[in-house]
């Protein structure tokens, strides 16, 4: 968990090279744990390196799921925090819930 944003990521040679494609709109649930909640997917971003620092940008959002795509990148579905009953975006719970810009390979 990185303050604000909650943090997920999973290697992609491990079965979780679909995280950072998730079709925006889509709902998703975090079942447990700090991050436990309902969250809609709102755009992707790609970065062209794997590791380093956590980019500034992260805490624009309240999820963020990360996975390497092929030798040199990492990817990124980017979301917002759902009301449990009604669906609409929460309060911020620190992330800024906007919109993100589409990524670009290359």
């Known amino acids: ?3 604000p944003t909650c943090l997920l990521a999973g290697h992609d040679y491990a079965g979780w090279h679909w995280i950072d494609d998730i079709d925006k709109g889509t709902i998703v649930k975090v079942m447990t744990g ?5 969250y809609r997917i709102v755009g992707h971003k790609w970065q062209s ?6 980019p500034s940008w992260m805490s624009d959002f309240d999820l963020v799921l990360q ?3 092929g030798a040199s990148g990492m990817g990124f579905s980017l979301a917002q925090r759902l009301e449990p009953e009604t669906g609409t975006p929460a309060p911020s719970s620190g992330g800024r819930n906007r919109e993100a810009a589409p990524r670009g390979r290359g």
């Open 1 to 3: 968990m990185t303050v």
């Open 34 to 38: 700090p991050c436990a909640g309902r």
């Open 49 to 54: 390196r794997k590791g380093g620092p956590i």
């Open 67 to 69: 996975t390497c795509t």
